[in-house]
């Protein structure tokens, strides 16, 4: 049959049926025609993409001085494991809360406890910059006492130690090992290999960025951010650590030089959590009892290790996995002394206004957060199953 004149195009098929073959002729107009196949196609684009669209997740790499077993360290480490929308590249070991080769062990039996070892874990700077262990006990004479100073002066479980010694960790000596590569060699190796893609979380001291920007002054403007657990600026608390001195934070303050490198370098864009901030939240024993609830090796590390102290680095975690918990926030710009006198390493900040101009970069200073929601997502993240491998090419 010929199409009519009102463009009617014909189609036949054939069915069999009681062992007859009947010919069929049915007509349909042609714009309705096409109309039905934009619409096959774009439900075939649509189904075909969703599976592509739900195996791009947000990529990460965490540099943490992962002291343990436990505390805010790992606990940061789990919130953004544990999320399903994350791809973390690896995890890059800097000494800070305890000495590097420690928090090393730290981080690969963790990833063994949780089933992840796809996710490198890559050792880092050892020592600061130029700040030293014994540098601040001429300081001290002069200036008074730090109260914490990290690996240098605090221990949990043993006495403190140096930096190559690793006392036994009673979670057990992990088997796997770290990978056989510098921590700044590996942050730029991922910035290059995925420009514009890699979040870059901070949790502890900066020198191990400090030393990716020296080595590349690329670094920062290839990273997509940088979120970073650190800085002080008004506190408000009776916590003699910051009551007394309301500008010193330890992660900036471990290494004054390197988080000068780190702050003036040109990231797309800074995201901080500040002591400030963090003082408002509390690993407390009800939180604990609703994470030991959960099933899973997650939920039963955090419980079993837990410490009743501030979510320091939990916070900035949850807080990049959903912006929405920051209730309030401001735009300043950031720096650190490094100035050797009483106020080095201390946290230094300005408005447009008062700003300096010497290379100093405005940040976003977390300043309010919506706590029950923190709680609950942090929960939910700790009991919920880990998600599994995430296929990567060989490192």
């Excluded at 700044?184 to 514009?196: D, E, G, K, S, T």
């Excluded at 200073?365 to 880990?386: A, H, S």
Aim: aromatic fraction near 8%; include cysteine; glycine fraction near 6%.
């Amino acid at each position: 049959m010929a199409p009519g004149s009102n463009l009617q195009l014909s189609t036949i098929w054939s069915s069999v049926f009681s062992g007859l073959r009947v010919k069929r002729t049915c007509t349909i107009p042609l714009p309705i025609l096409l109309s039905c196949a934009l619409l096959a196609l774009l439900i075939f684009v649509v189904v075909a993409a969703a599976p592509l669209a739900a195996q791009e997740k947000r990529k990460v790499i965490i540099d943490e001085d992962c002291s343990g077993p436990g505390g805010t360290n790992t606990q940061a480490i789990l919130a953004l494991i544990q999320s399903p929308d994350t791809n973390v590249l690896g995890i890059t070991i800097v000494t800070g809360d305890a000495w590097r080769d420690e928090e090393v062990q730290h981080a690969l039996r963790l990833m063994e406890i949780i089933g992840r070892t796809d996710i490198p874990v890559v050792p880092g700077a050892a020592f600061p910059l130029v700040n030293s262990k014994e540098f601040i006990a001429r300081w001290e004479t002069i200036y008074g006492k730090v109260v914490y100073q990290g690996g240098w002066n605090f221990a949990k479980g043993h006495a403190v130690h140096g930096p190559t010694e690793i006392p036994p960790l009673p979670e057990g000596a992990p088997t796997t090992k770290p990978l056989n590569e510098a921590a700044a060699n590996f942050l730029l190796r991922m910035v290059h290999q995925y420009p514009h893609q890699v979040t870059i979380y901070e949790g502890g001291p900066l020198t191990n960025l400090a030393l990716a920007q020296s080595l590349d002054p690329e670094f920062a403007s290839l990273a997509k951010e940088l979120v970073l657990m650190g800085g002080s600026l008004n506190p408000q608390t009776d916590d003699p650590e910051f009551s007394i001195t309301p500008r010193r934070e330890f992660n900036l303050w471990m290494d004054p030089e390197a988080s000068r490198i780190v702050l003036h370098a040109p990231w797309p864009r800074i995201v901080v959590t500040t002591v400030d901030i963090s003082l408002k939240t509390k690993m407390d024993q009800d939180l604990i009892s609703q994470i030991a609830k959960g099933q899973y090796p997650a939920a039963q590390y955090t419980a079993k290790y837990a410490e009743g102290n501030y979510l320091w680095d939990e916070l900035a975690s949850v807080a990049w996995l959903d912006p929405s918990i920051i209730t309030k926030s401001k735009k300043l710009y950031l720096d650190v002394s490094i100035d050797h006198g009483a106020s080095y390493g201390d946290t230094l900040v300005w408005t447009e206004d008062t700003r300096p101009h010497l290379g100093e970069r405005i940040a976003e200073i977390q300043e309010d957060l919506d706590k029950p929601k923190f709680y609950k997502e942090f929960v939910d993240l700790v009991r919920r199953p880990t998600p599994p491998p995430t296929n990567r090419p060989a490192q």
